[in-house]
């Protein structure tokens, strides 16, 4: 069974940082591309970060140059290093993968940035 493990959400005030990581693990996972996405109540999933295999990056709007994502491959691990946090970066962060096959979340973890 496929599991992915998210860690590293909380409540921060303006400004901060969090690092959210993602480890995946089953017999059956295989990751061309993880990631991160965001969502709120009454809102669609939103891209926050990708990175493949390969070590190809892409960044949502509005993401870059605040967040790094980051992976160690062998340990079907990806970090997500947020930092100068706004309250619009609230929202479920859920951990993605694809494998090829088909898309695969995780529970989602909670990123609360007050003002």
């Known amino acids: 069974q496929v599991q992915l493990r998210e860690s590293g959400g909380g409540s921060v005030q303006t400004g901060g940082s969090l690092t959210l990581s993602c480890v995946g693990s089953?017999?059956?996972?295989?990751?061309?591309?993880m990631g991160w996405y965001r969502q709120n109540p009454g809102t669609r999933r939103a891209k926050v970060a990708t990175?493949?295999?390969?070590?190809?990056?892409t960044y949502g709007d509005g993401i870059e140059g605040r967040f790094t994502i980051s992976q160690n491959n062998a340990k079907n691990t990806v970090w997500l290093r947020m930092n100068s946090l706004e309250p619009e970066d609230t929202g479920i962060y859920s951990c993605?993968?694809?494998?090829?096959?088909?898309?695969?979340w995780g529970q989602g973890t909670q990123v609360t940035v007050s003002s």
């Open positions: 993605w993968y694809n494998d090829g096959y088909g898309d695969h």
């Open positions: 089953g017999s059956a996972f295989r990751a061309n591309v």
């Open positions: 990175i493949s295999l390969g070590g190809t990056i």
